[in-house]
């Protein structure tokens, strides 16, 4: 899943929840800046 960086600020609680099953790459002005990956 990719996620803007305000979006993944507004709703971190969702994303959380949501890496436990998937990772989710986080963009900043469409260029990937990080990875969220559940354990």
Same mark, same amino acid.
């Given at each position: 899943? @990719? #996620?803007?960086?305000?979006? &993944?600020?507004?709703?971190?609680?969702?994303? &959380? +929840? &949501? !890496? !436990?099953?998937?990772? +989710?790459? #986080?963009?900043?002005?469409? @260029?990937? +800046? !990080?990875? &969220?990956?559940?354990?």
């Amino acid at each position: 899943m @990719i #996620v803007n960086s305000t979006e &993944l600020q507004n709703n971190f609680g969702k994303y &959380l +929840i &949501l !890496a !436990a099953r998937e990772d +989710i790459t #986080v963009t900043r002005n469409g @260029i990937p +800046i !990080a990875k &969220l990956i559940g354990l």
